[in-house]
């Protein structure tokens, strides 16, 4: 062998979205950036709404979100409220949408349906959100929080899946269009 350890392959599907103003999106990643967001390096701000699953080969995972896709139309996300997360001594902060919530959600119930059904995590409540940040140190997600809060509301638009492999850094797999609704 090559010496090298082969990394699983770890699928996710996220949604990146489209900004209706480009200070906002300035906003986001300068936060993401300034407020240690996981991964703010490697990926732009997100939601995620696959978590990471070796349950379905690449060609499985895409035909099953693009079924999905097919039949949602693109829609609106207003991020209204920042929420910190407390998270094994981590506090992460959250911009949580209110336009968009459902929607969201519904996507990704969708999603976690028929072969990745297993996958689910049961354990935790789906909560879609963008992470803005992080820290050891609750009193400065406070102080993130309250800076994060003045900048809000935030809209964007949806228009697209994006299925991405963890397994060997961040990789943009495939973009998949959302549809019309049909």
């Known amino acids: 062998g090559s010496g090298r350890a082969v ?4 699928l996710y599907v996220v949604s990146f979205p489209s900004y ?3 200070e906002d999106e300035r906003c986001v990643s300068t936060w993401r950036q300034r407020f240690c967001a996981p991964h703010a390096e490697t990926v732009d701000g997100h939601f995620t709404l696959v978590f990471g699953t070796d349950a379905l080969s690449r060609d499985d995972l895409m035909a099953h979100v693009s079924a999905i ?3 949602t139309p693109p829609f609106h996300v207003a991020l209204a409220t920042s929420l910190i997360w407390p998270e094994d001594g981590v506090y992460h902060l959250f911009g ?3 336009q968009g919530l459902s929607t969201s959600a519904g996507l990704h ?5 028929g072969q990745l059904e297993p996958e689910l995590r049961t354990d ?6 963008m ?11 406070v102080k993130q929080q309250e800076e994060i809060q003045k900048a809000l509301p935030i809209v964007m638009d949806i228009g697209a899946l994006e299925l991405i492999d963890t397994s060997e850094g961040v990789a943009r797999v495939a973009s998949i269009p959302l549809g019309c609704g049909a």
Do not use: F, I, Q, W
């Open 7 to 10: 990394l699983p392959l770890m």
């Open 109 to 113: 119930d969708v999603l976690y349906k």
């Open 20 to 22: 209706r103003n480009p």
């Open 124 to 129: 935790l409540p789906y909560l879609p959100h």
């Open 69 to 71: 896709a097919a039949r």
């Open 131 to 141: 992470t803005l940040g992080c820290s050891t140190m609750r009193a400065d997600a």
């Open 96 to 98: 949580v949408p209110e």
